[in-house]
């Protein structure tokens, strides 16, 4: 059981390049989640998505874009990368009823945009 | 719009000696959680404790407990006995349950407590 796993871990991108990140979780959760932690922000969510084939926009969706196409899978894509979007990415996912809302976290994405 | 507020960016402690880490929050709503999660240098974040709005009870885990005063919208952390393994940064979360909430968290800013030995 790997819980929350995100790839890569660490990416070094040039303004205007385009990747994704992927978070996978197997433990058959409905909902999934994208946050970026700045220093002094706290944890802000970008987007998150209910289940299979649904998305929806959070604090912050800017500049970013994600896909559900599996429920164990959440995409998030950034199209045009820009330093403003230099970041730690977390991806979470839950079960709500049996796990009392409990956030499962991955171990983070260190991505930086010269 | 929910808002987190922990006013302490960071705090120190003595081991073995007792913390209170302070959060505040705001909101109109009646249903909801409020979470405690610990992020330390290998920057994972685990959950340390959480409490169910409409419980009168202080939630606990072994050394953690809260401190939860839902008129003066308040949630404050005591970890007891601390350890060095306490060292990391506490961020206080809010989650609305109700009206299509999706379950998401509204997190504070954070603070950096340290164990010294």
């Known amino acids: 059981n790997a819980g929350v796993t995100q790839t890569p871990k660490f990416r070094v991108l040039k303004t205007g390049q385009s990747m994704t990140l992927l978070c996978a979780q197997d433990?058959?959760?409905?909902?999934m989640y994208w946050y970026r932690q700045d220093p002094g922000m706290g944890l802000r969510l970008i987007h998150y998505?209910?289940?299979?084939?649904?998305?929806a926009k959070g604090e912050v969706p800017d500049g970013y874009n994600v896909s559900r196409l599996k429920k164990q899978n959440f995409l998030l894509g950034l199209e045009s990368a820009a330093p403003s979007q230099t970041s730690v990415y977390f991806c979470?996912?839950?079960?709500?009823?049996?796990?009392?809302?409990?956030?499962?976290f991955g171990p983070g994405t260190r991505l930086t945009v010269l | 719009a929910q808002t987190v507020t922990q006013s302490q960016p960071e705090m120190s402690v003595q081991e073995a000696e007792t913390v209170t880490l302070s959060c505040t929050y705001d909101?109109?709503?009646?249903?909801?959680?409020l979470f405690w999660y610990k992020q330390p240098p290998s920057r994972q974040m685990i959950l340390v404790i959480r409490?169910?709005?409409?419980?009168?009870q202080n939630a606990t885990e072994n050394r953690f407990s809260v401190n939860f005063q839902k008129a003066a919208k308040s949630f404050s952390l005591k970890i007891s006995d601390s350890q060095l393994g306490d060292t990391a940064m506490y961020f206080c979360?809010?989650?609305?349950?109700?009206?299509?909430?999706?379950?998401?968290?509204?997190f504070g800013k954070g603070t950096l407590l340290t164990v010294n030995p």
């Open positions: 409490q169910e709005a409409y419980k009168q």
């Open positions: 979470a996912s839950s079960y709500s009823r049996q796990t009392r809302h409990e956030q499962f």
């Open positions: 979360a809010f989650m609305k349950l109700s009206g299509g909430s999706n379950y998401k968290l509204t």
């Open positions: 433990m058959n959760h409905e909902y």
């Open positions: 998505s209910v289940g299979e084939g649904t998305t």
């Open positions: 909101t109109s709503e009646s249903n909801y959680y």
